[in-house]
């Protein structure tokens, strides 16, 4: 995707090493790998396959094993029409969720239901 980074570690290998054709969109890398007009896509695992799902993607499978692994951080304005008292207490719930499962798949598709039921 235009403008994403993987960790200056990753993004300094990728420079010196791979050939990356950047795209503008995440439905737009998916469906170039799933026609074969890319070997592959860097991107999230847990979020590409759900979203490749919902374009009827179904001849790609994530790495086996992570490339780079970042914190992520989410956040709010405190103006934001998105920043409720609900809001804050499903995202809790979410995080509460994830900290208590031990597989990633399984936390993450538990999360997913879970905002997509609410």
Do not use: W
């Amino acid at each position: 995707m235009i403008y994403n980074s993987f960790g200056q570690a990753f993004d300094q290998f990728a420079k010196t090493h791979l050939s990356i054709t950047e795209v503008g969109s995440l439905e737009q890398g998916l469906l170039m790998v799933a026609s074969q007009r890319a070997d592959y896509l860097i991107y999230e695992d847990q979020p590409g396959l759900i979203f490749a799902q919902k374009l009827g993607v179904s001849n790609i499978r994530a790495l086996p094993r992570a490339i780079t692994q970042q914190k992520l951080f989410l956040t709010f304005s405190k103006l934001s029409k998105c920043n409720s008292e609900s809001l804050k207490h499903r995202i809790s719930d979410a995080l509460r969720i994830i900290q208590e499962e031990d597989r990633q798949s399984y936390y993450l598709a538990k999360a997913s239901a879970y905002f997509s039921q609410n």
